[in-house]
């Protein structure tokens, strides 16, 4: 699995393959044709060797019978004067020609390794030849010695044949054993060219075939996780080159991208889901703040009817402070009503600003004067800090800044017992600071990031424990953006709260409904 | 008026407005009551007073009522007194909660003061 083709790209792969296939076939049929050309040597060789003894052969038989017959003619010259008739002469002269183009066709056939052969044959039937010419051409001229029974030169040039002939004999076997040879391993080297083809071709088969189906393996496999809702499973991109790479890069992107989307749904789901819990929850809480006041104005007036139908004198101080606390059950009843369709205006946009010139100090003094009583409940006491400038004027909205120092200023109160709220504020630059410090129970940073969102409290007991819809600072944050200011917090557990609103002094820029 | 017969009721509610309403009618009804206005000061109001009946408010500082019911149903001499619950939650799922704690009975807010007056006598005669 060390190979190399694990890193080339498919196509890389299947040219790579091609080229080898090819270059296999290639070196298949360049060994045939050597094999075929080898063939066809020795042919030839084996022609010209048989061409050859075959001429030695006739060579042979012509020299006997000229012999035979310029013996017979040597012969009858002695014993008889008959002349030698012209014909006579030249059919034995062609004899002698015709064996001389012999010798001389043996002699085209002779390559250079019997060379030196030939040329000793050729000297030695030359001279012979010669001899017999000479002997035809003086047979009628009585005078002439005729001298031809001498068997030296004969038998000199039928060794000379002889030699030449063994010696042809002896290189056609070499040779043709060389080119057998020659045969034999072409022949060889194609069954093992053509096996090896065969095998090699099925072996880069295999392997195409199992590094493409590893790699199609993994993308399915990678497919399949993702299918399964494995989002977070990456498809192995460097085992790979080329397009199988870029497919599981794009796979990879793919999930990618899906698990973006599910989170981005999920998370949206989720905080459906919040805001669904914490609108049950403000219901309920709702539905608890409402009985609670609900619960004394019923239950009194039905004990005041009741104390009506006694008999006797009725106690009229004990009645009027009866009366008193339906009352106060019966404002607070509207106050918390009021919060309720104030945040409901706020949601729906429909919530009106008053601007008008207002003097911020007194303002805040006249809302603490009426709360003193919310500070006696807990036994905190107030500490005012309203600077010496109680003349700076804004330009603002005095019903919405009245209800957010009243809400900062209950809440102070409700969280802190027995410590001391601390309310001040000051111009600085061109912005009313305004600050309500507690020293009650404070929030911890996660409670401090969702205490101002609708409909929440810093813990969901906190409706249990200290009352409240959970709406008061969801109130004073819109209220405080509506006028073109912000609200900041800093707490710590156990440490008390301090709240800064910050308001401009020229009133909201920019909004069109500040007009 | 005097079906109270001066039973002896502890009203456990830490709005003082409310506790003090409600008492007055437990008085006006002929009974005896003694309050307590957090979790921890009822169970030691029922060791103390011994009463024959407990009005018990859910949302209290300290221990929640919740958790007082489930202690004095876990106390051997707190666990005949009777409970009721009363509480401004209104869901079926707080009446469940009230049963399961060891409530005896339940009642919510707004009171309907007749119906908890029968409730209170089904329980003493029990």
């Given at each position: 699995m060390s190979l190399k083709p694990k890193s080339l790209s498919l196509r890389a792969r299947l040219y790579l393959f091609s080229v080898a296939i090819l270059t296999l076939f290639a070196v298949n049929v360049a060994t045939h044709l050597w094999g075929s050309f080898a063939r066809s040597e020795s042919l030839v060789a084996y022609r010209d060797a048989a061409a050859a003894a075959q001429l030695v052969n006739d060579?042979?038989?012509?020299?006997?019978?000229?012999?035979?017959?310029?013996?017979?003619?040597a012969t009858l010259r002695e014993t008889t004067d008959d002349p030698l008739g012209d014909a006579e002469r030249e059919t034995a002269m062609a004899d002698l020609a015709l064996l001389e183009q012999r010798l001389q066709r043996l002699g085209a056939l002779a390559g250079e390794a019997t060379d030196d052969y030939y040329r000793r044959l050729f000297d030695s039937a030359n001279a012979l030849l010669g001899e017999w010419e000479t002997f035809y051409s003086n047979y009628n001229r009585p005078d002439a010695a005729v001298s031809v029974e001498s068997p030296i030169?004969?038998?000199?040039?039928?060794?000379?044949?002889?030699?030449?002939?063994?010696?042809?004999?002896?290189?056609?076997?070499?040779?043709?054993?060389?080119?057998?040879?020659?045969?034999?391993?072409?022949?060889?080297i194609t069954v093992i060219g053509f096996v090896t083809t065969i095998a090699v071709t099925m072996l880069l088969v295999i392997l195409l075939i199992r590094s493409?189906?590893?790699?199609?393996?993994?993308?399915?496999?990678?497919?399949?996780?993702?299918?399964?809702?494995d989002l977070s499973y990456r498809i192995d991109e460097n085992r790979d080159a080329g397009e199988i790479r870029d497919l599981a890069r794009t796979f990879n992107d793919m999930s990618g991208k899906l698990a973006t989307a599910i989170d981005e749904v999920n998370s949206a789901k989720a905080d459906a889901d919040a805001a669904n819990a914490a609108k049950s929850m403000f219901l309920a809480n709702v539905s608890h703040e409402l009985r609670t006041p609900l619960n004394a104005i019923i239950g009194y007036s039905e004990m005041l009817q009741d104390e009506l139908g006694d008999a006797g004198e009725m106690d009229r101080d004990q009645f009027h402070h009866d009366l008193g606390t339906i009352i106060l059950s019966g404002r607070q009843l509207l106050g918390l009503i009021n919060e309720i369709l104030d945040l409901s205006k706020i949601d729906t946009g429909k919530m009106q600003i008053n601007l008008e010139d207002l003097a911020p100090m007194p303002l805040a003094v006249q809302v603490c004067d009426a709360l003193s009583p919310l500070l006696a409940q807990r036994d905190n006491r107030l500490e005012l800090d309203l600077a010496d400038e109680q003349d700076i004027s804004m330009f603002s909205d005095a019903g919405k800044l009245q209800q957010i120092?009243?809400?900062?200023?209950?809440?102070?109160?409700?969280?802190?017992?027995?410590?001391?709220?601390?309310?001040?504020?000051?111009?600085?630059?061109?912005?009313?600071?305004?600050?309500?410090?507690?020293?009650?129970?404070?929030?911890?940073?996660?409670?401090?990031?969702r205490v101002f969102e609708t409909f929440e409290q810093a813990e969901s007991s906190t409706g249990v424990k200290y009352g409240g819809t959970g709406l008061g600072l969801a109130i004073v944050r819109d209220f405080c953006t509506m006028l073109g200011g912000d609200i900041s917090l800093s707490s710590a557990?156990?440490?008390?709260?301090?709240?800064?609103?910050?308001?401009?002094?020229?009133?909201?820029?920019?909004?069109?409904?500040?007009? | 008026m005097s079906s109270g017969q001066g039973r002896k009721l502890l009203l456990v509610e830490d709005n003082e407005v409310n506790r003090e309403m409600l008492q007055r009618r437990l008085l006006r009804a002929g009974y005896t009551v003694v309050c307590a206005a957090d979790g921890q000061q009822a169970l030691d109001q029922m060791r103390a007073e011994a009463p024959d009946l407990m009005l018990l408010d859910i949302n209290l500082p300290v221990k929640d009522g919740w958790q007082v019911a489930r202690e004095a149903s876990s106390d051997e001499a707190l666990r005949s007194i009777p409970v009721i619950a009363l509480t401004a939650h209104a869901m079926e799922s707080d009446r469940q909660q009230a049963l399961d704690s060891g409530c005896d009975d339940y009642a919510t807010k707004p009171i309907d003061f007749p119906n908890l007056l029968v409730k209170i006598e089904t329980l003493l005669k029990s």
């Open positions: 060579l042979e038989q012509g020299l006997e019978s000229a012999r035979q017959q310029v013996l017979v003619l030169r004969y038998n000199d040039t039928r060794q000379k044949l002889e030699e030449l002939d063994q010696r042809q004999e002896f290189l056609a076997i070499q040779r043709s054993s060389t080119i057998d040879g020659t045969i034999r391993l072409t022949d060889r493409a189906n590893s790699s199609l393996l993994r993308l399915k496999t990678g497919v399949q996780r993702f299918g399964s809702g120092v009243t809400i900062l200023f209950s809440n102070a109160c409700k969280f802190t017992e027995n410590g001391l709220i601390k309310v001040s504020a000051r111009a600085e630059d061109n912005w009313l600071l305004l600050a309500v410090a507690d020293e009650g129970i404070g929030m911890t940073p996660e409670q401090q990031g557990p156990g440490q008390g709260s301090r709240f800064t609103v910050r308001l401009p002094l020229t009133g909201p820029v920019s909004n069109p409904e500040a007009a | -």
